[in-house]
Each structure stands twice: as structure tokens, then as C-alpha cells.
Antibody, heavy 117, light 108 residues
Framework: QVQLVQSGVEVKKPGASVKVSCKAS????????FSWVRQAPGEGLEWLGW????????NYAQNFQDRLILTTDTSTTTAYMELKSLRSDDTAVYYC??????????WGQGTLVTVSS | EIVLTQSPGTLSLSPGERATLSCRAS???????LAWYQQKPGQPPRLLIY???TRATGIPDRFSGSGSGTDFTLTISRLQPEDFAVYYC?????????FGQGTKVEIK
């Protein structure tokens, strides 16, 4: 069965970077992409960007173009999201999701990233 | 960027009632790229509907999606206790994703 397992809780100081991993299994990794979405406490869903798993093509939301890096490693079937220059308002649960044709059908469990001095 | 506006913000209904959720886009959305998700507290979103009207794998047939252009609707024909949650619409166009702000369906 399709599974996406994300790395654990992160606590970072303002200005630092965070890198979250998303290990995929149960399907042909190269045939899909990944979208990354975050959710601040008590808030709605915010799309960060997506990446094609095989070619590595990326597309970032305008608000994150200068500090977000998405990558994949086909040898370990893992996707990564790195967010730089963290601020307190980056505190959120970050989700990876398998990206199909315009929608995300399987989601990771989420990774809480807390940014605090 | 296409903005999605969901209404109402909160829907208070009883089990067995019908729920009608609206999602309005600021520009035309290709129907293929309109999806609906359900989210319960502490859980990731769950895909319900894609392509505006196609149920995802394992989704009960009490959930249905409709609409085109700028107006889309998610209908839950008879609310079950497990359906009380927050629902989001999402569109994908020009390589950009956006979500609506969500509709909370709560027990009356």
C-alpha cells in the first residue's frame, strides 16, 4: 500500500533552516510528484510547492520562491523540503503528499516545525 | 493567482441531514483540476473528490461533487457522525495550487 512517512518534530531558532524528509513506498516513485503543504496552528492549508520525483522539475508558490528548496532522491525514494531563514510565522505542521494530475491523493502524517527563540 | 472562496464558513447540521458546501473561484478553473479534501483534527487531509466530480478510492457515495467554471459544490447526502470535519477545495492551474479557506461542518 502507498505510504508516505515523514521525519519527526523540529524546533528551530529564527534565521535557521529546516529540512523535512518524506519516505515513499508502495508505488512507482518515478511516476508521481510530491506537493508540500503547511498548516499553521488553527489555520487552513497553504501550498508551498511541488516537485516531479524523476526529473526534479519544481514549482514554488510565489511567497516561498526565495527560501524554499524541494528535492528528491530516487535511490532512497525520499522527498525533501528545506525552508531557509525561518521566522516565527513559519511555525506549522508541514505535509508531503503524492501529487497526481492536479490533486494529492496520499499524504504523510505531517511534521511539526516550531520556530522560537 | 486563482483565489478560492468557500461558503459558508461553518455549517451546523444534524446527523442524517444533507450538507451543501460551495467553492467559488476568482477565475475559470478547468474542471479536471478541482479537488475536495476532508480534514479531521490531528490528521492530514484526505482526498474526497478530484476532477470536480470523481470520488477518490474508498470514498462513500454519499459524497458527490459538481460544478464547472467558477462555481463548484460538494454535497454530503446524509451526514454520518464521522463526516463532521473541515472541508477544503483546491485548484491547480498554471503550475500553481491554491486552497479555499475551508468550511467546518459541525454537529448542531
Amino acid at each position: 500500500q502507498v505510504q508516505l512517512v515523514q521525519s519527526g518534530v523540529e524546533v528551530k531558532k529564527p534565521g535557521a533552516s529546516v529540512k523535512v524528509s518524506c519516505k515513499a513506498s508502495g508505488y512507482n516513485f518515478a511516476s508521481y510528484g510530491f506537493s508540500w503543504v503547511r498548516q499553521a496552528p488553527g489555520e487552513g492549508l497553504e501550498w508551498l510547492g511541488w516537485i516531479s520525483a524523476y526529473m526534479g522539475n519544481t514549482n514554488y508558490a510565489q511567497n516561498f520562491q526565495d527560501r524554499l528548496i524541494l528535492t528528491t532522491d530516487t535511490s532512497t525514494t525520499t522527498a525533501y523540503m528545506e525552508l531557509k531563514s525561518l521566522r516565527s510565522d513559519d511555525t506549522a505542521v508541514y505535509y508531503c503528499a503524492r501529487f497526481g494530475t492536479g490533486y494529492s491523493d496520499y499524504w504523510g502524517q505531517g511534521t511539526l516545525v516550531t520556530v522560537s527563540s | 493567482e486563482i483565489v478560492l472562496t468557500q461558503s459558508p464558513g461553518t455549517l451546523s447540521l444534524s446527523p442524517g441531514e444533507r450538507a451543501t458546501l460551495s467553492c467559488r473561484a476568482s477565475q475559470n478553473v478547468r474542471f479536471t483540476y478541482l479537488a475536495w479534501y476532508q480534514q479531521k483534527p490531528g490528521q492530514p487531509p484526505r482526498l474526497l473528490i478530484y476532477g470536480a466530480s470523481t470520488r477518490a478510492t474508498g470514498i462513500p457515495d454519499r459524497f458527490s461533487g459538481s460544478g464547472s467554471g467558477t462555481d463548484f459544490t460538494l454535497t454530503i447526502s446524509r451526514l454520518q457522525p464521522e463526516d463532521f470535519a473541515v472541508y477544503y477545495c483546491q485548484q491547480y492551474s498554471d503550475s500553481q495550487y491554491t486552497f479555499g479557506q475551508g468550511t467546518k461542518v459541525e454537529i448542531k
